[in-house]
């Protein structure tokens, strides 16, 4: 499996912002995937998660509940995570992960920055 994540940048506090992660390759065989970030200094942190189930049962971390919104379009294997209400604290490099029942596959980051 093969993740090409996109949409990151620079945006005010208050502004929104949308990341793509297009998934290639083997995508049958994906679980869930999810959004990682990771400040400078930080370790990576899991900020939101989508199962692939029928429902799509999401999960959020509690920082982002209210104001992120993680979806898929299965027939373009992309997820998307909107990000509504940025603050100066979720920039990050955002990661797009993928899970199969055996690997777990990482796409390139994603810079995103949010000036006060």
């Known amino acids: 499996v093969q993740l090409q994540a996109s949409g990151g940048g620079l945006v005010q506090a208050g502004g929104s912002l949308r990341l793509s992660c297009v998934a290639s390759?083997?995508?049958?065989?994906?679980?869930?995937m999810a959004w990682y970030r990771q400040a400078p200094g930080n370790q990576r942190e899991l900020v939101a998660r989508?199962?692939?189930?029928?429902?799509?049962?999401?999960y959020y971390a509690d920082f982002v509940k209210g104001r992120f919104t993680i979806s898929r379009d299965n027939a373009k294997n992309t997820m998307y995570l909107q990000m509504n209400g940025l603050k100066p604290e979720d920039t990050a490099v955002y990661y797009c992960?993928?899970?199969?029942?055996?690997?777990?596959?990482w796409g390139q980051g994603t810079l995103v920055t949010v000036s006060s």
């Open positions: 992960n993928a899970r199969t029942r055996n690997y777990n596959y």
């Open positions: 390759g083997s995508t049958i065989q994906i679980i869930y």
């Open positions: 989508i199962q692939d189930d029928a429902d799509g049962t999401t």
